[in-house]
Nanobody, 127 residues
Framework: QVQLVESGGGLVQAGGSLRLSCAAS????????MAWFRQASGTEREIVAA???????????YYTASVKGRFTISRDNAKKTMYLQMNNVKPDDTAVYYC?????????????????WGQGTQVTVSS
């Protein structure tokens, strides 16, 4: 099993920036997908971005339409950490952000497709 721990959430003004981190520990997989989801109050959990890799390749990242051009997902293999750089944030980005993982690389955007979850970190964007 993989343990995921998020950090970096907080309060930020609209137009500002924030970087979330997700540290992974435990079992490792050569084929894996890591993703950021978010859940605003009263809404379903939605995917924000995802990065997929195998032992020999890394696929182009996925972004949901509302964050394209503003958010960047990345990972540091040596640190076993995934990041979400959030720029030009908007009040609609306010949510609890979750890190998630699954030992597969086929396309998956539903929360139910993911096996491993962090505890979440709150991001609040003030207008």
């Amino acid at each position: 099993q993989v343990q995921l721990v998020e950090s970096g959430g907080g309060l930020v003004q609209a137009g500002g920036s924030l970087r979330l981190s997700c540290a992974a520990s435990g079992r490792t997989f050569s084929t894996y997908t890591m993703a950021w989801f978010r859940q605003a109050s009263g809404t379903e959990r939605e995917i924000v971005a995802a990065v997929r890799w195998t032992a020999t390749a890394t696929f182009s990242p996925y972004y949901t339409a509302s964050v394209k051009g503003r958010f960047t997902i990345s990972r540091d293999n040596a640190k076993k950490t995934m990041y979400l750089q959030m720029n030009n944030v908007k009040p609609d980005d306010t949510a609890v952000y979750y890190c998630a993982g699954r030992p597969a690389v086929n396309y998956a955007t539903r929360a139910s497709d993911y096996n491993d979850w962090g505890q979440g970190t709150q991001v609040t964007v003030s207008s």
